[in-house]
């Protein structure tokens, strides 16, 4: 139940949504459509299309929007720090409590942002090395075909075509564009980059040389060629590009990345293609001067032919000599060969005599040879048995020898056993003299000398070869005996068999 004593009021109760309807009738009605300064900051772009951005100047802000639809149309691209005209309406977001402009149009607020803009944008292409000496490229001398982008109505082109075709005609190719005005830096990037990716050996010509040309105007009216698009498709170019845009003090940035500026179109046209008249006048006087050349140094020549014709000798005399002289050598050479030929007979004739009697001296070497063999094989047989004789007379020495050095041993073995009064020595010692005993006498047993003294002979040839056999001996052969004191010569007298005792009688 209500109070009694509580205060009664007659202002009107509002909702939150009505009171921000209302604050967006109002905004939208006071404010249908405005312009308003600023200097644009906070420039966002969402993936839905929509820009949003603020205007501030010294001392407020204001929130704005370009809806999607609108930013094709709106005259230019916003950037953050350049100082625009937005033209649109005041609106409010109510779920923010909130206002803000909804922009449809933007310019540039005067020359000053124009130029700060431009100024902003040389830094940052510059920095990049877009303007860089080392990517210019060369003109021409003498292109073939001339590409031109411009607009195709005005006085312009009719400027170019007037100039070209004056002072040496060549093939021109215009690519129509727009110079100003909303999409033409699209439209002229797409000119310079068409013109670029022609093929060289294609139905349309690619052109040698580019002319980028428009008349003069206001700083707004040559923005097109201030762009970044327009300005990275002529640094971007291949074909060597001139740029006359505006009149000589005018000054864009396409101009910077062009490969020659030109202050006026006609100018451009006078770059991109030479005067024949002075083409004719330098080829002329060139020609000239080459003859002129051609003649001194031909004149210089053949006075330094004639020169060396008078310093040569008399070519004619100098072979007549040379052909006298060929002909007494061969005549001399004729009479001089029989005369070498026959004083070398005469020598080897000589030579010949001097020679010794080869077959007279081969032999008497033979005889000398054969004189010394039969001496050879006489003192043989007494060289033979000289040696034999001292060889059984060391034989004998070494049994002689051999013998006292086993009494020798046998008697102080003897002695040391009668020393020795261990048992077991006693008896290796017995044994070993048993052995040395046993050693020597069958040493003595297999002794030629023992066979010798028991009445056997040792019987050998001339040549001192023992004989075994008595069919190897020939009758009448010198034979040698050997006994155990001496060695006695004989001579074979025949053969019989063996007797009853075995023998052979000699």
């Known amino acids: ?68 639809n609108s930013v094709s149309r709106l005259g230019m691209t916003p950037e953050n720090g350049v100082e625009v005209i937005a033209t649109g309406r005041i609106s409010s977001y109510p779920e923010r409590s909130s206002y803000q402009l909804i922009i449809e149009r933007m310019e540039y607020a005067g020359a000053g942002a124009l130029l700060a803009r431009i100024e902003m ?40 075509l007037t100039t070209i075709a004056r002072r040496f005609p060549r093939t021109i190719l215009l690519w129509p564009v727009p110079v100003q005005g909303e999409g033409a830096a699209e439209r002229i990037a797409a000119a310079i980059e068409g013109f670029d990716a022609l093929p060289t050996d294609g139905a349309v010509p690619r052109p040698d040389v580019l002319i980028v040309a428009r008349g003069g105007g206001s700083l707004e ?16 170019c291949r074909i060597p590009l001139i740029s006359a845009v505006g009149h ?27 005067a024949r008249s002075d083409l004719l006048a330098d080829l002329t006087q060139k020609a000239s001067r080459l003859i002129g050349a051609l003649n001194r140094v031909t004149q210089e020549r053949r006075l330094r032919l004639s020169r060396a014709e008078r310093g040569l000798p008399d070519l004619p005399a100098l072979v007549g000599t040379a052909r006298q002289r060929l002909d007494d050598r061969a005549d001399r050479l004729h009479l001089a060969l ?25 032999g008497a070497m033979q005889d000398r040879v054969r004189e010394r063999g039969v001496r ?85 040839d001339s040549s001192g070869h023992p004989l075994t056999s008595a ?18 010569r004989a001579t074979a007298d025949g053969k019989r068999g063996p007797d009853r005792q075995g023998t052979l009688p000699l």
């Open 1 to 68: 139940m209500d109070d009694p004593r509580a205060p009664v009021s007659n202002m009107p109760e509002y909702t939150v949504s009505e009171i921000s309807g209302a604050v967006k009738r109002t905004l939208e009605t006071t404010f249908g459509r405005i312009r308003v300064r600023g200097e644009v900051t906070e420039l966002k772009r969402y993936p839905s299309g929509h820009v949003y951005l603020s205007l501030k100047d010294e001392s407020a802000k204001i929130s704005g929007i370009i809806w999607r």
């Open 121 to 160: 944008l040389r830094v940052r292409l510059a920095a990049e090395g877009l303007f860089d000496a080392a990517r210019k490229k060369p003109l021409p001398g003498l292109p073939q075909v001339i590409g031109v982008v411009s607009s195709e109505r005005g006085a312009v082109i009719q400027d170019i």
């Open 221 to 236: 009216d040559l923005m097109a060629f201030n762009e970044e698009v327009v300005v990275r498709a002529a640094a971007n």
């Open 248 to 274: 000589e003090t005018d000054t864009t940035l396409i101009d910077f990345a062009s490969d020659q500026r030109a202050p006026t179109p006609t100018a451009a046209a006078e770059m991109a293609i030479p």
């Open 338 to 362: 029989p005369n070498l030929v026959q004083r070398r007979r005469q020598a080897l004739t000589g030579a010949v005599a001097r020679l010794p009697d080869l077959p007279a001296r081969l």
């Open 376 to 460: 050879l094989l006489l003192a043989l047989p007494n060289l033979l048995g000289t040696r034999r004789s001292e060889l059984d007379l060391s034989g004998q020495k070494l049994g002689s020898a051999l013998r006292q050095a086993v009494g020798t041993i046998h008697n102080r073995a003897n002695r040391l056993l009668g020393r020795v009064t261990d048992a077991p020595l006693r008896s290796s010692l017995r044994e070993a003299t048993a052995r040395l005993e046993g050693t020597a006498a069958r040493l003595e047993s297999v002794s030629p000398l023992a066979v010798l003294g028991r009445g056997y002979a040792l019987v050998s």
């Open 471 to 488: 069919a190897t001996v020939k009758p009448g052969a010198r034979l040698s005996l050997r006994f155990a004191d001496g060695e006695v």
